[in-house]
């Protein structure tokens, strides 16, 4: 018998995502797991795709994207950030950001190459680094605050490094870098001489007064930054696998020039009804943090009435709690059986670490979606409370 795998593969296990949502169809439960909203985007942005299947947009479209949504992607960073970007030589589309990553640690990094990850970490950074044979160097955002501390940053950075790579705000903690925070990343890569890459798709998504701000707005920073986004997050279409990349020309040309042996190019309808969404609909996003933020208070006032604590998320669609009370040594054993305790799916967040067992690290915790209708939320708690979770 051949091989069953390549070596590259070492270690690459199936995404944590597809496990639970596959346990989730299969026992029926609530599935709070896998980070996908169950009300779709704007009606109005669906038409505009329905109008370019049956229009003809049906052919390959551009390797960089369909002008128009570059032009909106352009319009996007200028309108929210005042960043100015130059539509024809600064932004590719993506197949979602998932992709984005993929393209960007490809063109970017070197065997032997170490990229800065912030430590948890969502599951295809160290795959892709992987991939491309470079070295990752974590760095903890230890619960219960899940900040980054600068000499921790400092501290992992050395000769070897080439990127650091960044997400703000942050998947899973729901932690939104502050503007010292990203200024001492920003130091950081400036005296280094780095790329930074920036998974910034749930921009939009932030609660309480908390605002994101992109690290390529900072001084110094646009001429070595990458900034990943996409339509899945703000837009509520994570299926459509839209999503973008934009920085100086080098940068983005070395992300395309790994993208076209990815997918080629990306979804042709589907990216002049994004243009819309970003175009027609900017308030969108805003609206939809608002309906959010209520449903992580819905979802967190019910964990805590089942006895499960939640650190209150700055942004995007999780909230974690710690397990380790009920008795679980394992965040992964506890959310394997969580569907025949209580019905309902979680994702475990020791997956996302390094070392779960640091101090300050995930073997107990986990993370639950509130990106979904309050009935699903109410249903979920309201198993979670009626199950006995001791382990
Ligand atoms: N980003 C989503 C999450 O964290 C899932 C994306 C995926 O499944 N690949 O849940």
């Known amino acids: 018998m051949p091989p069953s795998r390549a070596r590259r593969l070492d270690g690459v296990v199936t995404t944590i995502f597809t496990e639970m949502t596959a346990l989730a169809a299969r026992t029926g439960s609530v599935n709070l797991g896998q980070g996908f909203p169950d009300r779709d985007g ?45 539509p024809d030589t600064e932004v590719v589309v993506t197949t979602g950001c998932t992709e984005g990553i993929a393209a960007a ?38 619960a219960p605050d899940f900040r980054l501390d600068a000499d ?41 001489d780095l790329v930074v890459v920036t998974d910034e798709v749930y921009e939009h998504l932030t609660f309480d007064g908390h605002r994101h701000l992109p690290i390529a707005t900072l001084p110094g920073m646009a001429e070595r930054t990458l900034t990943l986004s996409s339509a899945g997050k703000s837009y509520s279409f994570t299926g459509w696998k839209v999503g973008w990349a934009t920085g100086p020309a080098p940068l983005v040309q070395a992300l395309f020039a790994a993208k076209q042996w990815l997918t080629f190019t990306s979804g042709a309808p589907l990216q002049p009804a994004v243009a819309t969404a970003l175009d027609d609909f900017p308030d969108f996003p805003a609206g939809l943090a608002r309906s959010l933020q209520e ?22 669609y999780f909230a974690a709690t710690d397990i380790s009370h009920l008795g679980w040594r394992s965040s992964l054993d506890f959310c394997r059986a969580l569907p025949e305790r209580a019905g309902v799916v979680a994702i475990p967040m020791e997956v996302f670490y390094d070392d779960p067992d640091a101090p300050g690290a995930g073997r107990q915790l986990v993370r639950w979606a509130f990106c979904k209708e309050e009935s699903v939320i109410d249903e979920a708690v309201e198993r979670l409370g009626r199950a006995d979770l001791g382990a």
């Open 295 to 316: 449903r992580r208070d819905r979802l967190c006032a019910g964990l805590r009435a089942a006895g499960l604590e939640p650190h209150v998320p700055e942004a995007t």
């Open 152 to 192: 921790e940053l400092r501290a992992a950075v050395g000769p070897r490094t080439r990127m650091i790579l960044l997400n703000t705000p942050h998947n899973p903690t729901g932690t939104v870098l502050t503007r010292a925070e990203l200024e001492a990343v920003a130091a950081i890569a400036v005296e280094h």
């Open 105 to 142: 640690v490809l063109g970017l990094v070197d065997p032997g190459d170490e990229v800065v990850v912030l430590e948890p970490y969502y599951d295809s950074y160290p795959a892709m680094i992987a991939f491309a044979g470079g070295v990752r160097r974590a760095v903890p955002l230890r």
């Open 42 to 86: 704007p009606p109005e942005v669906i038409a505009r795709a329905v109008a370019a299947l049956e229009g003809g947009a049906n052919q390959y479209a551009p390797g960089p994207g369909v002008p128009a949504l570059r032009a909106a992607v352009a319009r996007h960073q200028e309108r929210h950030y005042g960043l100015a970007v130059d």
